[in-house]
């Protein structure tokens, strides 16, 4: 029973790996990694997300402001402090988590619409610092970022980076499946069928919410600091609104609450766009439709919706 437990969780961990072989095996171009890392980016953002949104029920509208945190922390801290690049995004990650901590502390008290308008306007404040305080973080231009070493390897090229960014995802992946199995984990999923029972079977709802908002920070903060990395420039365009929606709708249509789900949103959300280049003033239009059909034919989501239809089918 525990073996077939252990397979059903990491299940997904096998089949993202195998995924991650594959895909330079098939790549005809540089170009090609390159958008494939930023799926990994994005989708390690996006997991976050899961974890607040799929086990906890809590929405976040705001949450690409953690990601402009970690982002301009591994830009701004080998600037200003002499901090080498690694280093940095650790610390990215320590501040994202204590200002998430500060912020969500007032902000997990609201629930519903006034949650969601609460994060918002997180999101909204931080885009706009970032986008003022132009003697610090560029302003709208942004500014450029050091380069990434990790134990003395300079990380350059775009087959340097996908490995890179597949590992945290990677990480990300397998640390999100083990909350989901853990005690926290089953105790952020009965408050987010219901708060008031959770708190009558002695769940401390607050601290698990508050526990649970920072976390996602983190990843997205991390998130953050590799594409500021892999970039060598970031602009407060990372921290804007339409990133928050994108990360939401990727945990959404992938299926939320689905670790594969959400990595198989954040492709469709990266890779399609450039598929639809070619339509030029209708790509926007296309996505849009696409994105509709996806959740009227699809409610649950891409992964969670197929999963259903096989185990029908299926003897």
Avoid at 85 to 98: F, Q, S, T
Avoid at 140 to 145: E, H, I, L, R, S
Avoid at 219 to 225: H, M, P, R, S
Avoid at 235 to 256: D, K, N, Q, Y
Wanted: glycine residues 12%; aromatic residues 8%; positive net charge.
């Amino acid at each position: 029973m525990l073996g077939k437990a252990l397979r059903a969780r990491y299940t997904p961990l096998l089949v993202l790996a195998a995924l991650m072989v594959l895909v330079p095996l098939v790549s005809t171009s540089s170009f090609h990694l390159r958008v494939a890392a930023l799926v990994w980016i994005f989708a390690l953002a996006a997991l976050g997300l899961t974890i607040l949104m799929g086990y906890a029920g809590q929405v976040s509208l705001g949450h690409a402001g953690f990601l402009g945190i970690g982002a301009y922390t591994v830009a701004i801290s080998p600037v200003r402090l002499g901090l080498d690049p690694l280093l940095c995004l650790v610390l990215g990650a320590a501040v994202a988590g204590l200002v998430a901590y500060a912020v969500g502390r007032p902000i997990l008290r609201l629930k519903g619409y006034y949650l969601a308008i609460a994060t918002l306007g997180f999101g909204v404040i931080v885009a706009l610092v970032l986008h003022s305080e132009a003697e610090i973080t560029g302003g709208p231009d942004g500014m450029a970022v050091s380069r990434l070493s990790l134990f003395g390897w300079r990380v350059a090229g775009a087959t340097s980076w996908y490995w890179v960014t597949a590992g945290a995802l990677l990480v990300g992946a397998l640390l999100a499946l083990n909350i989901a199995a853990s005690p926290t984990g089953r105790a952020l999923r009965a408050l987010h069928d219901s708060e008031v029972a959770a708190a009558g079977t002695g769940i401390d709802v607050a601290s698990k919410k508050l526990a649970a908002f920072v976390v996602a920070a983190v990843y997205a903060a991390v998130a953050g600091g590799l594409l500021a990395a892999m970039n060598g420039l970031i602009t407060p365009e990372a921290a804007s609104f339409s990133h928050s929606i994108e990360l939401v709708a990727m945990v959404i249509i992938g299926g939320l609450g689905s670790v594969f789900g959400t990595v198989v949103g954040a492709a469709f959300l990266v890779v399609l766009p450039q598929m639809l280049t070619a339509l030029q003033e209708y790509e926007q239009a296309v996505l849009g439709l696409l994105i509709m059909v996806f959740m009227i034919f699809l409610p649950q989501g891409i992964v969670p919706s197929i999963r259903a239809y096989l185990m029908e089918r299926l003897p």
